[in-house]
């Protein structure tokens, strides 16, 4: 069964403005007692079920986040400088690749009877993204060097000795 448009209100306000607060979703949405109503509306099986799809709706893929990283560890200036040398992120191309700016920041400063434009432009570490992308892809192990090999026989007796001793019990 569909939900009518109260109870999609309830969600929409559920999910948004009211940040998961049920009793504040109902009384956003137009219910006359939203404590009761909150909590009731959130054990609807359809209001449930509605809530759960549309937060997995919101959340990003494995393969988004990768692209998203891909993108950053790729990223150079070249999308926000123009013809002429200067930081320009008016231009298509710029906008679209406004998602790898960091921070961005402009400065006007006096100079003589003029002013001079300083603008500033920080991309994402592309490093940093690298690292996390070699992650993902078990590119990067870490590996433990045991120098004393009697620590090394004795760690190895320890764990024989619990194998059998729980061998026992079964």
Same mark, same amino acid.
């Given at each position: 069964?569909?939900?009518?448009?109260?109870?999609?209100?309830? /969600?929409? #306000?559920?999910?948004?403005?009211?940040?998961?607060?049920?009793?504040?979703?109902?009384?956003? *949405? =137009? #219910?006359?007692?939203?404590?009761? #109503?909150?909590?009731?509306?959130?054990?609807? %099986?359809d209001v449930h079920a509605r809530v +759960?799809?549309?937060?997995?709706?919101?959340?990003?893929?494995?393969?988004? /986040?990768?692209?998203?990283?891909?993108?950053? *560890?790729?990223?150079?200036?070249?999308?926000?400088?123009?013809?002429?040398?200067? %930081?320009? !992120?008016?231009?298509?191309?710029?906008?679209?690749?406004?998602?790898l700016v960091k921070r961005y920041k402009?400065?006007?400063?006096?100079?003589?009877? =003029?002013?001079?434009?300083?603008?500033?432009?920080?991309?994402?570490?592309? +490093?940093?993204?690298?690292?996390? /992308?070699?992650?993902?892809?078990?590119?990067?192990?870490?590996?433990?060097? !045991?120098?004393?090999?009697?620590?090394?026989?004795?760690?190895?007796?320890?764990?024989?000795?619990?194998?059998?001793?729980?061998?026992?019990?079964?």
């Amino acid at each position: 069964m569909g939900l009518n448009s109260k109870q999609e209100a309830f /969600v929409n #306000y559920y999910l948004g403005e009211a940040k998961f607060n049920a009793t504040r979703a109902a009384r956003l *949405a =137009g #219910y006359g007692s939203p404590h009761s #109503y909150g909590q009731q509306l959130l054990e609807n %099986i359809d209001v449930h079920a509605r809530v +759960q799809e549309r937060l997995s709706e919101l959340q990003l893929s494995a393969d988004a /986040v990768l692209i998203g990283l891909a993108a950053q *560890a790729n990223s150079d200036m070249s999308a926000f400088v123009d013809h002429k040398g200067k %930081i320009d !992120v008016t231009t298509p191309w710029a906008r679209e690749n406004l998602k790898l700016v960091k921070r961005y920041k402009t400065k006007v400063m006096a100079c003589g009877e =003029g002013e001079i434009l300083e603008t500033e432009v920080e991309l994402y570490d592309a +490093q940093a993204a690298l690292v996390a /992308v070699g992650r993902a892809h078990k590119l990067f192990t870490d590996k433990v060097q !045991v120098e004393n090999d009697a620590a090394l026989s004795e760690l190895r007796e320890f764990l024989s000795g619990k194998a059998q001793a729980s061998g026992d019990t079964d």
